[in-house]
């Protein structure tokens, strides 16, 4: 079994718009403009690169890499070479026959009599600096690590990854840490834009309830390929299909992970020897070997491209349980009806399967004796399911999950409902890097509200109900743990609602599944869907095992202040009625928010309770003379539950002046 290091380090996020496999041109770059590409400070090929981002060639005679702002410590000085527009370079120090970097076109090392290798040109593994120049004018710096660069640099230098190297992301030269990220050889490094969505119709589905039946569905309409990227496929029913799908003359192509945690893979390889067998092109990434070269930690995501038109997407493995035949877990899923985001991810596939890093194998290869199962599909009963437009956007880990996650939290204005398995360790205890703590910092400044679900059906039950009264006590997120449900043991989902966005996908909240593992999701802008997962979430909600039925309310409420309370713990509870001021005059409200004006001084005891519910709560609170006020004993009665004109105007004033009205007591 492999040993394998979670790698928690702060990713520096680029700021270019555009994806990127390869570097692009960029039409605006002044002509002959050369830049360092990569450095790469691992192994005995350790070395950098120069690229031509501009539209002509330029001679590099004269041109030197320093690794040190004097070149001192180390140097190459480039003779008579050119580089052509969108054409790269490299340098290393020694040559390593099959490795990655030094075995690529035009790569000198210390023995080329095309450059001069003086002092010790080494990019060192804890952090440097390096330089470009043209004679004696700097071209350009990168410094990485422990070291900051002398001249040429802005800020902090490029955070560090063990076994990473450094790539630019693209032609902006900011010369900070921004315009470069840490990957590996294989990676997609595909950057996050809020504005890449693809036009689609989106259906949405839920474990356990749908038992997995739009999948079989959509795989059922397959005509020509079917692509699929997945932890664990040991469903005997999806294994029969494939094989049928061959029969038929479709293409199966896929990509299983080969080291699942915890995991005996025994049942499941029967499965994919019959689909093999039956014509599929099957292939295991990753192996049990320690030390060998993996572009992941672990393939943990679930899709599968059809007909490069529509693209399948869960939150749940492929499993017998999960797919109809026991009881499933807690996930969501969606069938997204898109060419545009089907051909986004059908290149997603094409690179992971290639076999250019070393760590793909055959199935076949891999495990020689395997026996295939006999396996017969059988159509799983007709289910409805709703179809709605949408926009989407991809998401995928290692490259942009973290930063999207972030950048939607961050935008969030009404509400942000996370549903997940668990915390990862580098995110308990609502530390700063944590989405708990992008909710948290929402909830506290925007006023959103923030809910966040984690399981306890596990052995890390107590962990979990200790994290959540951690970030009940300490934040605005309302916490709780969720010990199964309707036809379901585990929640082993990874969803979040967004305002009227809904992430679907694998990211489970843990630095390796953000930074490292490959992880597929999509963000599905739409009321109608988010909607159809918020009933969902709000079942689950009303389960929970912690929140209990009560009233949020500001610690301090003056007299002349606007107050908003807040029914709290009401689960799927849509319609209230309200007795603000505990004298039986009681108000419907479709909203679980009331806006009250001008309570007189006094002490009150407020009661809620649901008329399409069985919920009900108190809250006993005091109202503090202003002195500055003289209003009589006039109350205003206007409660509007959808923030009517004036309490909102009101409210908005408020904030300006800097009145923080906190919805949760004690915080």
């Not at 029969?247 to 005996?264: K, S």
């Not at 990862?424 to 890097?433: E, I, K, L, T």
């Not at 909600?541 to 606007?562: C, F, K, L, M, Y």
């Amino acid at each position: 079994m492999r040993i394998r290091t979670i790698q928690i380090f702060t990713v520096a996020v680029a700021v270019s718009m555009f994806a990127v496999f390869h570097v692009p041109y960029d039409s605006d770059a002044a002509d002959g403009r050369v830049l360092i590409h990569e450095v790469n400070p691992y192994g005995k090929d350790e070395g950098v690169s120069l690229y031509n981002y501009g539209g002509s060639s330029v001679s590099l005679s004269g041109y030197s890499i320093r690794d040190d702002d004097t070149g001192k410590e180390g140097r190459i000085t480039i003779g008579s070479l050119t580089l052509e527009p969108n054409s790269r370079i490299t340098f290393v120090k020694e040559k390593v026959s099959g490795n990655w970097f030094s075995e690529r076109d035009r790569t000198y090392d210390a023995g080329s009599s095309e450059v001069t290798f003086s002092g010790s040109f080494v990019p060192a593994d804890a952090g440097d600096d390096l330089y470009l120049y043209d004679g004696d004018r700097l071209i350009d710096a990168m410094c990485y690590g422990n070291k900051t660069a002398s001249e040429g640099w802005i800020g902090e230098p490029v955070q560090k990854s063990s076994t990473k190297y450094f790539l630019r992301t693209g032609v902006t030269d900011t010369d900070s840490a921004v315009d470069w990220l840490a990957t590996k050889p294989g990676l997609t490094n595909r950057q996050f834009s809020p504005s890449t969505g693809f036009s689609a119709t989106v259906t949405p589905f839920v474990f356990p309830e749908s038992r997995g039946e739009p999948v079989y569905r959509a795989l059922e309409e397959a005509e020509s390929e079917v692509l699929i990227s997945i932890y664990q496929i040991s469903s005997v029913n999806v294994a029969a299909l494939l094989c049928m799908l061959e029969g038929r003359g479709v293409d199966v192509r896929m990509i299983v992970e080969g080291d699942a945690l915890g995991y005996a893979m025994a049942t499941e390889l029967t499965l994919l020897k019959a689909v093999s067998d039956a014509g599929g092109e099957i292939v295991l990434i990753n192996d049990k070997i320690s030390g060998n070269y993996e572009r992941f930690d672990f393939v943990h995501n679930k899709y599968a491209v059809v007909d490069g038109r529509t693209v399948i997407i869960t939150s749940e493995n492929w499993t017998s349980s999960n797919m109809g035949s026991g009881t499933a877990n807690r996930g969501w899923g969606a069938v997204v009806e898109s060419e545009g985001y089907a051909g986004y991810m059908r290149e997603i596939f094409e690179n992971d399967i290639s076999g250019e890093y070393g760590d793909v194998h055959d199935l076949n290869t891999e495990y020689p004796g395997i026996t295939a199962a006999d396996v017969k599909y059988i159509p799983p009963a007709a289910m409805e399911h709703r179809s709605y437009a949408a926009s989407v956007t991809p998401v995928l880990s290692p490259d942009d999950s973290y930063v999207a996650l972030k950048y939607y939290m961050d935008n969030a204005q009404e509400r942000i409902y996370a549903e997940q398995l668990d915390l990862g360790s580098g995110y308990m205890g609502v530390a700063p890097s944590s989405p708990v703590y992008w909710m948290a910092e929402a909830a506290a400044e925007r006023d959103v509200d923030a809910r966040l679900i984690l399981d306890a059906s596990t052995d890390d039950a107590a962990e979990h109900e200790a994290e959540v009264d951690l970030v009940n006590a300490t934040t605005k997120v309302q916490a709780a743990t969720i010990n199964g449900g309707t036809g379901f043991g585990t929640n082993h989902n990874k969803g979040v609602i967004i305002d009227d966005k809904v992430w679907i996908g694998s990211v489970n909240w843990t630095s390796n599944s953000f930074l490292n593992n490959r992880e597929a999701a999509v963000v599905v802008d739409s009321t109608d869907v988010t909607d159809y997962f918020l009933e969902y979430f709000m079942t689950d909600w009303s389960n929970n095992s912690v929140t209990e039925a009560h009233v949020i309310a500001p610690d301090r409420i003056v007299e002349g202040q606007p107050v908003v309370f807040t029914a709290a713990g009401a689960g799927s509870t849509k319609s209230f009625e309200w007795d603000v001021l505990g004298n039986d005059d009681w108000v419907p409200s479709g909203n679980d928010r009331i806006v009250r004006n001008n309570i007189p001084p006094g002490e009150y005891t407020l009661k809620v309770r649901g008329t399409d519910s069985g919920y009900y709560a108190e809250l006993t609170y005091a109202v503090l003379a202003d002195p500055s006020l003289n209003n009589g004993d006039g109350v205003d009665d206007g409660i509007d539950p959808a923030y009517a004109a004036v309490p909102a105007i009101i409210i908005i004033i408020a904030a300006l002046f800097g009145i923080h009205m906190r919805t949760r007591s004690g915080r």
